[in-house]
Nanobody
Framework: QVQLVESGGGLVQAGGSLRLSCVAS????????MGWYRQAPGKQRELVAG???????DYADSVKGRFAISRDNAKNTVYLQMNSLKPEDTTVYYC???????????????WGQGTQVTVSS
């Protein structure tokens, strides 16, 4: 079984920074794309930033220039550096990864438990 464990969330003042980490563990034969999503209460989950296995990145317009996604394939880890945080960034952030849990190399979506980011004004 595959698990994604997040860390780095918390409370920060507007204009501050946080760095989220997500580590995949368990039965891992391969990982393709990874990403960060966020979901405010009563709203749909949306992509914040994504990164391909080869390092191509994509960002939501609302975070371009402020957030940066990266990954360390040797550590099965994806990061989200969040700078110039705004109160509207406040929500739950979820890690996502497409993981092959067996030697068949069939990939499935896995999700982290979610980590709370709160930005005060």
């Amino acid at each position: 079984q595959v698990q994604l464990v997040e860390s780095g969330g918390g409370l920060v003042q507007a204009g501050g920074s946080l760095r989220l980490s997500c580590v995949a563990s368990g039965s891992i034969f391969g990982i393709n794309a990874m990403g960060w999503y966020r979901q405010a209460p009563g709203k749909q989950r949306e992509l914040v930033a994504g990164i391909s296995r080869g390092g191509m990145t994509d960002y939501a317009d609302s975070v371009k220039g402020r957030f940066a996604i990266s990954r360390d394939n040797a550590k099965n880890t994806v990061y989200l550096q969040m700078n110039s945080l705004k109160p509207e960034d406040t929500t739950v952030y979820y890690c996502n990864a497409k993981v092959a849990p067996s030697a068949s190399l069939r990939f499935y979506d896995y999700w982290g438990q979610g980590t709370q980011v709160t930005v005060s004004s």
